[in-house]
């Protein structure tokens, strides 16, 4: 009988978490549905922007979701990580004509994506050469007591770089996926800076 109840519950509350997400979908169309009657009365839009469906939300979490993938790819094969850039651009490629909300979100995820993998590179390549040169000075120093002085300043950049390659991966990753929640709930969200770019600068 417990146990029935506890299942109960359980659907309940998961009833109302996705009617919630279904209001601010609602609330959201709602809202472009208004704006787009007030700009045709005052003659501001020739063309009204495309509302997107219940289901359009769901394809745009899965394009910024796809970092898990690429993040997947990236330490099992370095520039398999490539591969993962597909999904985002599969995605735009199909739905640029179809839904503006799908391909800017896709298109956003897609250079969201390429940058960090670039920015990532760019770190791993610093810091590798930040360490090398650190280590050889210390080690041919190392023959007068100015090389022993340096080895722990060697040793701290060592593991700043350890850190560094390990928890950018996680960060850029998790504000991903944070993207990819937010969608699915219900709100529109951009990547800071970036996603205000695309939405000023791309035409889709």
């Known amino acids: 009988m417990l146990d029935s109840e506890v299942f109960m519950m359980k659907d309940v509350v998961c ?12 609330e959201m169309v709602g809202s472009v549905s208004s704006k787009d009657a007030a700009g045709a009365i005052e003659g501001t839009l020739t063309k009204p922007p495309t509302r997107p469906a219940t289901e359009e939300w769901t394809t ?3 394009a910024h979701a796809s970092i898990l993938l690429t993040l997947i790819l990236a330490f099992a094969g370095g520039v398999g990580a490539l591969l993962g ?9 199909c739905y640029r004509e179809r839904s503006h909300f799908i391909a800017s979100h896709a298109l956003q995820s897609l250079i969201y994506q390429g940058m960090g993998l670039l920015a990532y590179a760019l770190v791993v390549a610093a810091t590798v050469a930040a360490v090398t040169v650190a280590w050889t000075v210390s080690g041919l120093l190392s023959v007068v007591i100015v090389g022993f002085l340096l ?3 060697a040793l ?8 560094l390659l390990l ?3 996680m960060v850029w990753v998790g504000y991903g996926l944070y993207a990819a929640y ?5 709100y529109n969200f951009r990547y800071w800076l ?10 889709i």
């Open 182 to 186: 937010r969608i699915y709930e219900g």
């Open 156 to 163: 701290l950049i060592t593991i700043l770089m350890v850190i």
């Open 167 to 169: 928890g950018l991966p």
């Open 151 to 153: 080895m722990p300043l």
């Open 85 to 93: 850039l597909v999904i985002p651009l599969a995605i735009y490629s």
């Open 15 to 26: 009833e109302a978490g996705n009617q919630k997400r279904r209001d601010r979908r609602e």
């Open 60 to 62: 745009a979490s899965l």
């Open 194 to 203: 970036l996603g205000e770019w695309v939405d000023r600068e791309v035409r």
